[in-house]
């Protein structure tokens, strides 16, 4: 169940047009493709990754995300905008039986377009931790999560 890189963070904003010019103009990442989460996000890259993903925050949440990741914080300013960190991993069976173990609680998601099935917990300070791993560990061993992104409304 080991983890193996930072893979992203997302940060809630007011103003979503606003604060993706400024990634792009400023440090020079570009907008790229993004899941269908039925929510609105924007994803930006450095070179061929994602490092940066982008959803509107405080009272402009939608129901989806709401539905898909919760949320913690109403902020749009200041550090409480910063709404997870997210890990690649693998050895999925692993890890949930470790949770389960340590009392720790956490929600199943699943990206089925991209290919990723997500765990997310909040680490003792409140920050929500995202960990991702491949579709096909969760399909070969008959897990299955509590919300698809697919299935959400439109």
Same mark, same amino acid.
């Given at each position: 169940?080991?983890?193996?890189?930072?893979?992203?963070?997302?940060?809630?904003?007011?103003?979503?047009?606003?604060?993706?010019?400024?990634?792009?103009?400023? &440090?020079?990442?570009? #907008?790229?493709?993004?899941?269908? %989460?039925?929510?609105?996000?924007?994803?930006?890259?450095?070179?061929?990754?994602?490092?940066?993903?982008?959803?509107?925050?405080?009272?402009?949440?939608?129901?989806?995300?709401?539905?898909?990741?919760?949320?913690?914080?109403?902020?749009?300013?200041? +550090?409480?905008? &910063?709404?997870? /960190?997210?890990?690649?991993? +693998?050895?999925?069976? #692993?890890?949930?039986?470790?949770?389960?173990? #340590?009392?720790?609680? %956490?929600?199943?998601?699943? /990206? +089925?377009?991209?290919?990723?099935?997500?765990? %997310?917990?909040?680490?003792?300070?409140?920050?929500?931790? #995202?960990?991702? %791993?491949?579709?096909?560990?969760?399909?070969?061993?008959?897990? /299955?999560?509590?919300?698809?992104?697919?299935? &959400?409304?439109?």
């Amino acid at each position: 169940m080991p983890l193996s890189h930072l893979e992203h963070f997302l940060i809630q904003t007011a103003d979503l047009e606003k604060t993706r010019d400024w990634y792009v103009r400023i &440090l020079g990442m570009r #907008e790229g493709w993004h899941p269908d %989460f039925k929510f609105p996000v924007v994803w930006l890259y450095l070179g061929d990754k994602d490092v940066l993903h982008l959803t509107p925050g405080g009272k402009n949440t939608s129901a989806n995300r709401k539905q898909y990741l919760g949320q913690q914080s109403d902020d749009v300013y200041g +550090s409480g905008v &910063l709404d997870h /960190v997210a890990f690649r991993s +693998s050895g999925l069976p #692993e890890m949930l039986a470790h949770l389960k173990r #340590e009392g720790v609680e %956490f929600t199943q998601r699943m /990206v +089925s377009d991209q290919g990723l099935y997500q765990l %997310f917990l909040l680490d003792p300070n409140g920050v929500k931790i #995202e960990l991702n %791993f491949a579709n096909r560990e969760a399909i070969e061993h008959g897990i /299955v999560p509590e919300i698809k992104a697919s299935e &959400l409304a439109s």
